[in-house]
């Protein structure tokens, strides 16, 4: 299996905005879940929002009307555009991948079977 990559991490003061990128081949164009987490220090990982092979997305509360996950099938990278950025958003941000096993993406992580290696977001009051 190819892995998952994530890129477009960074810092930005609150307000602000960062659209992170995985580029996950063979996953995101398949009958796959693909989904972003987070994980920040002293936390334990939590799903943000997932995108089920034929479109459909889910989001938790706390990112519902900020985050906005979407996907490119034609060349495999899964995003998440991300607004109104505050400090409790700080973590580190994972992609993932699942086969579609049920009709729907499951919330936990733990049974998700493909990960990024992640890539860092600070937020700055």
């Known amino acids: 299996q190819a892995q998952l990559m994530e890129s477009g991490g960074g810092s930005v003061q609150a307000g602000g905005s960062l659209r992170l990128s995985c580029s996950a081949p063979g996953y995101v164009r398949g009958r796959y879940c693909m989904g972003w987490f987070r994980e920040a220090p002293g936390k334990e990982r939590e799903g943000l929002t997932n995108i089920r092979f034929d479109g459909r997305s889910t989001y938790v509360d706390s990112v519902k009307g900020r985050f906005t996950i979407s996907k490119d099938n034609a060349n495999d990278i899964l995003y998440l555009q991300m607004n109104s950025l505050q400090p409790e958003d700080t973590a580190m941000y994972y992609c993932?991948?699942?086969?579609?096993?049920?009709?729907?993406?499951?919330?936990?992580?733990?049974?998700?079977?493909?990960w990024g290696q992640g890539t860092q977001v600070t937020v700055n009051p």
């Open positions: 993932a991948a699942v086969p579609m096993k049920w009709t729907y993406c499951p919330p936990s992580w733990v049974r998700w079977d493909y």
